[in-house]
């Protein structure tokens, strides 16, 4: 039983069916993963998977858990032949070279279709909100059934945010109730969006920080432009802008039209009111690199796995740009292809 429909869930569903195991997904909305852009996956010959190590560590102040990292980024390779990455390469803040990959800045929804496309008549999926309740009488009806968190992240649950309020955490508490532990679910293990619409329709959306290198300014109150320097990590542009009073205007002016456009960016709108808002949680569930859910002893829960962002320890005090999607990818693909292991390891017994 798979509970989440974001990229870590579909992920793990179509492991878990080429590994041979029957398959229900529950989710209650599509999650964030529609809204990937683009994600990391080392492409140029300059760059390396020790490199992206290198990188990962570093956005997360070396607070991440090495294990995941390697994990991931050496994960990360093997998804250049899965999907026809259309060139598109960006630099996010905090890597040395550029590694985010996309097909037409639509890398989350383009894959999630593809995915449940492939997957139809596969997996069965059920529409609806999956409480804690649920899962421990299922476990005592249905002693067989291995479970796989992919619940996403829990910035839902601050009015000011780029998340839907569906995602406030309810993976935590059905992780909890199963066994595993949680670790780093506080307001220091959230990583802000630092330029976040303020006003209007499109309040809680994004406008994303790499304009910064194309020649957008921010412009606190007063109109001044208060960056030195715009390479800075996502949680150092977000402090300036907390340091500057909380808010700020992102300041499009000198940058291309083309560019814009290229972004989906309405060209005619050259200055955004901006603040930075909760955007993706770094703590979560405690797992291994297999996926497996820990407890607070750090023992493997049997027959619980998690993914995904309701997961701790990838990103450390900061995620770099684009590894949201990418643990998604690389973390579902292995919590699916390992719980279909313990399954066909118990269908044997
Ligand atoms: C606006 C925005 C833009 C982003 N852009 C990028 C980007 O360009 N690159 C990048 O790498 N990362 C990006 N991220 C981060 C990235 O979207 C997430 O890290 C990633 O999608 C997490 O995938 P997931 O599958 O773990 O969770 P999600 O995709 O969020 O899916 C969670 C799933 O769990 C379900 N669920 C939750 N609770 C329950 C419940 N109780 N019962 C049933 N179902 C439940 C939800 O309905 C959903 O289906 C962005 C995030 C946002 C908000």
Redesign the pocket.
Known sequence: MI?????????AAEAAVAGGASVTL???????????????CPVLPEDSVEQYIEDTLSSGRYENDRALVEAMCAGSVSLKDEFPFDGTLIR?LGSTVPR?V?IRHA??AIA?AEIQARMKDKVTVEK????PEEILERRRTAPGTIFII????W?GKYDF????Q??????LL?AEALGAATRDVDRAHIQY?PTVRTEGPMRG??V?TTLLFEGARLLNQEGKAFLDNPRLNKDELSRAIFREGGSAIYDLTAVPEAKLLECKMDPAERRIPVAPAP??SLGGIAIDPQCHALDRLGKIVPGVYA?????AGVHGRN?L????????MVF?AIAGREAAAEWNKRSRK
């Open positions: 509970i989440g429909g974001g990229l870590a869930g579909w992920r529950v989710a209650n909305g599509p999650g964030n993963s529609p809204h990937i852009h683009a994600l990391n996010p985010c996309s890398i989350g999630l609806r909100t999956v409480t992919a619940t996403g992240g910035c945010s780029t998340n839907p569906y995602l406030k955490g309810d993976g059905i969006e959306i994004p994303i955007h993706s993914c995904g962002e309701v997961t995620r740009g684009g590894n949201g999607g990418t643990a998604a579902g």
